[in-house]
């Protein structure tokens, strides 16, 4: 039986033969959040019974010690008495359930707090909504509408991964962007015609011809936005990801059911991430005028450590027994351990140059 072909992939394959080959970046970008046909437009993705898991869902502990480590920040900042609390990319909303529950005892903070939620999936957005039914929360369609005029506390938990990328393979003669084509009815990867890139330029001391790197677009006013607002009314910027301090290789991922999936082969119906660049964040953050710090990037388990995994993990131990203790166990050893989540995910922080750097962090 020939397989039924995505919708999205028809239209695809019909911008395609109209006007030419597209960038990876546009693919990614249909792929991800086409509005009728996109991977997150249409579902939520999330848990056990979806494609993956990620850290929040994985155990309560990871939204509770980020939610701490972030009331923290703002007590060190003097407890302004209006901030903006915000996150990218909430999933389910369950990483701000979370933390909104460990933090309920930190005098002043649920009251000071206006929770602003930037999501692009309506059917996660509705989850959110139910997840966070007992909180007032405001929901914007992308970071520029986040109210500008107060601190700035804000948390992405698997957020820039899933954020487009463009990809360039080095050439003797300058960099080859990855297109997007078609060959025998199929969508396949290729090769646009080597070009100067201006902005590559810093990549030609760390790369030689046939070496891969990628850049991610949309990242970068995301990231000044955040870097100018802490800049100028304070707060600070938790992001975890998986990734590292600079990109290099082809990393875009497919992921369907819990198992890799071919990026091309079904448009809309996996998930398509690649790994994060921290040094591009940082920089487009902490670029001048702005007088904010980006800490040296943190692993995920190193960082839960110090913000007292170890303690909260014991504790709620005591209640549990059987099949529950045994979820519980693995569960921290999945956020921590180096050969699961533990090194692959990375944490990095942003904070006024004047303020100290958010606990956990080096
Ligand atoms: C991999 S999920 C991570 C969810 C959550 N942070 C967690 O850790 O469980 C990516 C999230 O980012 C959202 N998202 C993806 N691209 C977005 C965009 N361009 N603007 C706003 N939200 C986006 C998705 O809908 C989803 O909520």
């Known amino acids: 039986m020939t397989p039924v072909e995505a919708p999205l992939e028809t239209l695809l394959k019909a911008q395609i033969a109209a006007s030419g080959p597209i960038s990876l970046h546009d693919y990614m970008a249909a792929c991800l959040l086409h509005p009728d046909h996109g991977y997150y437009t249409t579902r939520d993705p999330l848990g056990r019974a979806g494609d993956f898991i990620t850290s929040p869902e994985i155990s309560q502990m990871f939204g509770e010690l980020l939610g701490l480590c972030i009331a923290q920040a703002w007590v060190d900042q ?111 990867k290729g090769y646009a015609a080597p070009t100067a890139r201006a902005d590559l330029a810093h990549r030609m001391d760390d790369t030689k011809p046939g070496d891969v790197v990628e850049t991610r677009p949309d990242a970068s006013p995301i990231m000044a936005r955040i870097g100018t607002q802490i800049s100028s009314h304070g707060g600070a910027a938790l992001m975890i990801d998986y990734g590292n301090w600079r990109s290099k290789g082809d990393t875009l991922q497919g992921v369907q059911g819990h198992a890799f999936a071919d990026p091309f082969a079904a448009p809309g119906h ?76 990375k944490a990095l922080a942003l904070y006024p140059a004047h303020m100290p750097a958010p606990a956990g962090f080096d």
């Open 270 to 345: 996996a998930d398509l991430t690649a790994h994060v660049d921290f040094e591009a964040l940082a920089n487009a953050a902490a670029a001048p005028p702005t007088n904010i710090r980006a800490t040296g990037l943190t692993d995920q388990g190193a960082l839960l450590a110090r913000l007292g995994i170890g303690a909260r993990a014991e504790r709620l131990s005591r209640n549990l027994t059987g099949a529950a203790l045994e979820n519980h166990l693995s569960a921290t050893q999945r956020l921590t351990r180096p050969e699961e989540m533990g090194s692959l995910f």
């Open 78 to 188: 003097g407890a302004p008495a209006r901030f903006i609390l915000a996150e990218l990319g909430p999933g389910r909303g369950t990483l701000m359930a979370d933390l909104l529950r460990a933090t309920r005892a930190v005098a002043g903070f649920h009251a000071a707090a206006q929770i602003h939620l930037v999501e692009a999936s309506p059917p996660l957005r509705a989850v959110q909504a139910s997840t966070l039914a007992d909180h007032k929360v405001t929901w914007a369609e992308s970071i520029a509408g986040l109210p500008d005029d107060a601190p700035l506390y804000l948390i992405a938990n698997e957020f820039f991964d899933a954020l487009p990328i463009r990809q360039f393979t080095r050439h003797v003669d300058g960099w080859c962007e990855t297109i997007v084509g078609v060959a025998q009815n199929a969508l396949v």
